[in-house]
């Protein structure tokens, strides 16, 4: 489903009262665009894989998911970002390397 407002109204219509719903999404942001877009997934270089895993339009910024939640009478415990902790590009870039030796030394 990529309508917002119909997924956030099929939520608050499943949810029990009181009941707690966890989501995941990406704030669209040029950043995000240029990470999750352009390094993980078109570049040849750099792609993870070789499908189209996200689309820019349907990342959503959090005043989106704030002003959407509330319209439905669903209210927000928590939000928090989740990013890179670097500020350098290279530094970026070279993420992937770290994580899979980090997966096989923790397993």
């Known amino acids: 489903m990529s309508d917002l407002d119909a997924v956030t109204s ?14 995941d999404t990406i704030n669209r942001t ?3 665009k240029l990470l999750a877009i352009k390094v993980m997934q ?5 792609r993870f894989i070789d499908a189209t895993v996200h689309e820019w339009a349907m990342f959503i910024k959090p005043e989106e998911l704030v002003f959407t ?4 009478a669903l209210r927000i415990g928590e939000i928090v970002g989740l990013g890179p902790r670097s500020r350098t590009p290279l530094v970026l ?9 980090g997966s096989r030394t923790g397993s």
Request: glycine content about 8%; overall charge neutral.
């Open 10 to 23: 099929e939520i608050a219509r499943a949810l029990k009262p009181e009941g707690i719903f966890l989501f």
């Open 30 to 32: 040029l950043a995000s």
């Open 42 to 46: 078109e570049w040849r270089l750099t």
């Open 69 to 72: 939640l509330g319209r439905h």
């Open 93 to 101: 870039l070279n993420f992937t390397g770290r994580t899979e030796e």
